[in-house]
């Protein structure tokens, strides 16, 4: 069973983590879908918070920061406070895990670069360790403190918990491309079971992690921080996470880089449809490259993409009746859902193309499912012990509370269907029904779409890859064409998000931009 989710390649040598499929927006306000909503975009602006602290939060923002060892080597832990509903700052507290790694020199500090690779659900402190803290460019680090905070209900800042982990093994095994009543009533009966877990877990947290508020979170860090202007690289959900406080506090507002940008003016039905329509071109990509390469267990050099295409649906529709062995100790078999998860996973990242190859020839010719298993579980965050990372509770919860659910019930996806099958024959109907896990929420949406101006702030770097799965190109577009101080840095390729991916022209555009403050031309174009 898919979700809605968006950053998935975390860089670190190797390793693969999970952090996105299909994307959410977020925003200020309630609202209803409609028929007219469910596919249009919105003329709603975000409005910027008063400039002045308000009285009540002057405690949060005087606060101290009491740093520690983490276990890991070169890098501090702190523990902050932010208040859980902002509204009503008397009701409590939320904890906030922050990290840092101190800038390394030689050179004068800039400040702290905060960084958050996506979700949402992502840990960025993970983030931060394994990959941004040590792998970011020597003289981005040597000027910066590198910073984490994990928002809340992520990972160590009080996460949302929603099943166990055998729970999360059945509902990931979940069939989501139900062919009659029955399997139709399973996948809804999943959902209520996940939404019903993560209400009786997490209830007084659930209704407070959306992206605002987790936008107002970094404007306390940052001022502990003793930061004037809040400085941020953020991938994929990371850049909604950044753009959104750009509109709050656009004169705090420093360098911030989104990469792999999303478009907050999309409701969620329109969203998923063009994430479908992404992950259809990512797919097409791999079919080509597929073929040309002698290991390619779905086709030989002259084979159409729409060929491959329906080579992989056929190997799906056959596990979808008789799965394979997987080796698992905890006794799992590869059937459709697992395939089409470890499938989506390989295409964030056309790096993984060699190992998906090798996946599908085990699965197809050997009747081995190790390997696809394998990708789904990276997707996942399951670990060998069968335990999960939080990351699937907590990106549902965001999603459902950022916007309202982009179907109100299984007779709506079903219409919509064709339309998603059209964006993508090969992967549409699984992710139309995975849209609909938001309908069952134990809490309403508290968000809507809206446009993000952040009239005042200083230049915004936006970055879109021209194929990337997660995050079209076109949802670049669009938030460039919003933020009144963008600029829009583009890289015609593959795979998810651009900076530190091998494009000497994306880097050296993004890290003079971070050393220099010199953002690169508008409309700039790098391969």
Known sequence: MHTRRSSRSLRTGG???????????????????????????????????????????????????????????????????APLDYDRPADGDVRLAVSRKKATGPGERIGSLFVNPGGPGGSAIGYLQAYAGIGYPAAVRARYDMVAVDPRGVARSEPVVCLDGRDMDAYTETDSTPDDAHEITELVDAYKRFAEGCGAHSAKLLR??????????????????GDAKL??????????????????????????????????????????????????????????????????????????????????TAFFRKLDAHPVPTGDPDGRTLGEALATTGVIAAMYDESSWAQLREALTSAI??????????LADSYYERDAGGRYSNLMSANAAVNCLDLPPAFADPEEVEKAVPSFEKASPVFGEGLAWASLNCAYWPVG??????????????????????????????????????????RLLTYEGDGHTAYGRGSSCVDSAIDTYLLHGTPPKNGKRCS
Not at 20 to 45: E, N, P, Q, Y
Request: net charge positive; charged share 15%.
């Open 15 to 81: 390793t693969l983590l999970a952090t996105a499929l299909l994307v959410s927006a977020c925003s200020v306000g309630a609202s209803t879908s409609t028929a007219t909503s469910a596919t249009s975009a919105t003329d709603v602006a975000l409005a910027p918070l008063p400039r002045s602290t308000p009285a009540a939060l002057a405690p949060y923002y005087g606060q101290k920061a009491r740093w520690r060892s983490c276990g890991v080597p070169g890098f501090q832990c702190a523990t902050l406070k």
């Open 365 to 374: 010719k050997d009747k081995d499912g190790a390997g696809l298993l394998v």
């Open 208 to 225: 407070h992690v959306s992206t605002v508020e987790t936008a107002r979170d970094m404007d306390i860090v940052r001022a502990v921080l």
């Open 445 to 486: 949406a508290t968000g809507e779409p809206h446009r993000i101006e952040a009239r005042g702030a200083a230049p915004i770097v936006v970055v879109g890859t021209t194929r990337d799965p997660a995050t079209p190109y076109r949802w670049a577009r669009a938030l460039a064409a919003q933020l009144s101080s963008a």
């Open 231 to 312: 400085n941020y690289v953020g991938a994929s959900y990371g850049t909604l996470l950044g753009a959104t406080y750009a509109g709050l506090f656009p004169g705090r507002s420093g360098r911030l880089v989104l990469d792999g940008a999303m478009d907050p003016s999309l409701p969620a039905r329109r969203m998923n449809l063009d994430q479908t329509a992404g992950f259809e071109t990512a797919f097409q990509s791999f079919a080509k490259d597929c073929v040309q390469q002698p290991d390619c267990p779905l086709g030989t050099k002259g084979t159409t993409t729409a060929q491959v295409g329906r080579n992989l």
